[in-house]
C-alpha cells in the first residue's frame, strides 16, 4: 500500500469502493463536476481539515465546478498542525471522465488547497514547490452499470497536473456495457 503522505514523486492506482463514496457524489449526472472528499466519515459524517472551508467558494470564483461531496449538516472541520513532508492531502471526486479541463480544475483546486495549508500570504514559488498528495475517484456511469476508478498522485504542486496528464494517457478507458436503447432505429429497406 501507498503511504498518502510519503515525499516521493509517483502516480499510483487508489483502490476506491463505490460504499465509500458519498450516495450525492455516486448520483451526479456526468457534467464534469469535481466533488470535495472529506479527509475521513465516521458515522456518516465527513470530517474535513479547517483550511478547506473556505476552499469550494475560492475555486468557484476562479470558475470551478466543484461542491463538498457531503451536505453542510453532515460536514464537520478539525484544525490539525503537524510537520509532515505532505503539505495539503486531497481527496476529490469526478463525475465522468477526466477531460483536459477537469485536470486543469484539479491542478488549481490542489494548488489553491496548498496555498491555504502554507498560508495565504505564501509565494508562488513556495506553493509550486510544496509536496501534495492528491486522490482522485473518476465515476464513470450508464444506466446498466458504475465503473470507479481511482489514481493516487504525490508531488511538487507545479507537477501535479503533468503527472495526472501522463497517468490518464497511458491508461485504457473504462469498459461499461452499451446502454440499452427502447428505440429500434429505421429499417433496412434492401432486399
Known sequence: MHDFYSSQKGVTGWDVAEEDLPNKVLTAQAANRLFLLPDKTIDGVGIYRDDVAGLVK?????????????????????SEYSAVEIVAAIGLAVAGT???????????????????????GSAREEVDA??????????????????????????????????????????????????????????????
Do not use: M
Not at 475560492?58 to 478539525?78: M, P, S
Not at 477526466?98 to 494548488?111: A, C, G, N, P, R
Open 58 to 78: 475560492t475555486l468557484r470564483h476562479h470558475g470551478v465546478d466543484i461542491d463538498f461531496a457531503l451536505a453542510r449538516e453532515d460536514r464537520r472541520y478539525l
Open 98 to 120: 477526466l477531460t483536459s479541463d477537469l485536470v486543469k480544475s484539479i491542478s488549481l483546486t490542489v494548488w489553491q488547497r496548498a496555498r491555504s495549508a502554507l498560508g495565504v
Open 130 to 191: 510544496a509536496n501534495v498528495a492528491v486522490r482522485i475517484a473518476e465515476i464513470v456511469r450508464n444506466d446498466q452499470e458504475t465503473v470507479i476508478r481511482g489514481l493516487e498522485v504525490t508531488g511538487p504542486v507545479a507537477e501535479i497536473e503533468s503527472l495526472i496528464c501522463q497517468a490518464i494517457s497511458d491508461r485504457q478507458p473504462p469498459q461499461l456495457p452499451p446502454e440499452v436503447s427502447d428505440s429500434t432505429g429505421p429499417e433496412d429497406e434492401s432486399e
